[in-house]
């Protein structure tokens, strides 16, 4: 299955002063299971686009679709609870994510939406474990804590476990480590990955961090004013010059290293991702020229 985003447009404060089309014709598959990264300057829709993946947006005009489902059905009963349970699959995480936090036990502020889905106590409880254990908070060290007394990393990480004790089927996380220091956000980094790899979650990651998508993601969306003007895996999208300075973006540190070494007379391969990929270019380039 799938999201579907079939040519949505969306504008902001339509037939008033301030109207501006956020979105423009916007027409995409997310396919279950991948690791999409959507990545664009400031402006460029990533925030709006993924705002209606759960339905917090509707489409000014266009549908999404999530495993079939049109988020925005008005039809009978049927479809209204339809498009619910629908919404309900994807889970959303903003930037800031510690800034939803409100109760005064980190189990309280996990199990908020468990209880509003009408489960029972034993069933809520298994959700907040296992949701704890995802993003690597230990239940009985932490569970009696107040959420405010942890560091910024922690208090990201017992966000994102609200989110997934709803057992979402697709996981949107907006810029998940602004803010955070080097450790937090490595940390972070890795629970993601651990998540998507484990749990079989389907990950939409927005992020100006072209690094971290390029270790993480398996499609890459590269946005501009509304539009979309790339959508394939990191390798090639990389490698599209002229589109990555139309989206505002740098290709990952990595490759723009290698790129300096080439260009300084090296003959090395700069089709690396990461930084284990670009020693292994390097080493093979240093004994392709003293062999």
């Known amino acids: 299955m799938s999201i579907e985003i079939k040519n949505v447009t969306y504008t902001y404060m339509p037939k008033t002063p301030f ?9 995409l598959v997310i396919e279950e299971g991948s690791f999409t990264a959507i990545a664009g300057h400031t402006g460029s829709g990533k925030s709006t686009l993924v ?3 759960n339905g917090l947006l509707e489409p000014t005009s266009g549908q999404v679709l999530v ?44 199990a908020f939406a468990p209880r509003n ?13 296992e949701a704890m254990s995802l993003v690597g908070l230990g239940y009985e060290e932490f569970k009696d804590k107040s959420p405010f007394q942890l560091s910024g990393g922690q208090m990201r ?17 907006d810029e998940p480590t602004a803010g955070l ?14 998540l998507h790899e484990k749990k079989h979650i389907t990950m939409i990651f927005v992020s100006h961090n072209m690094d971290d998508i390029a270790c993480l993601a398996d499609k890459v969306l590269f946005m501009n004013q509304g539009r979309v003007l790339l959508y394939d895996t990191p390798a090639r999208a990389f490698q599209a010059k002229d589109t990555l ?11 723009s290293f290698l790129e300096d070494l080439r260009d300084a007379g090296i003959p090395v391969d700069t089709n690396a991702l990461t930084v284990e990929e670009g020693i292994a270019n390097i080493m093979k380039a240093v004994k392709g020229k003293n062999g």
């Open 117 to 129: 889905l009408g489960l029972g106590e034993e069933d809520v409880e298994a959700r907040v474990k």
């Open 157 to 173: 990480r017992v966000a994102i476990a609200g989110i997934l004790a709803m057992q979402p089927k697709y996981l949107v996380l």
């Open 19 to 27: 109207e501006r089309t956020a979105l423009k014709d916007v027409d």
């Open 51 to 53: 705002q209606h993946l």
């Open 67 to 110: 495993d079939g489902v049109d988020l925005n059905g008005k039809g009978s009963k049927s479809e209204k609870l339809a498009a619910r349970d629908a919404r309900r699959k994807v889970g959303m995480v903003f930037q800031y994510a510690e800034h939803q936090l409100f109760e005064e036990t980190i189990f309280a502020d996990i």
């Open 245 to 255: 300075q139309e989206a505002g973006l740098c290709p990952p540190q990595i490759m």
């Open 181 to 194: 220091d080097a450790a937090g956000k490595n940390k972070l980094i890795q629970e993601i990955l651990q």
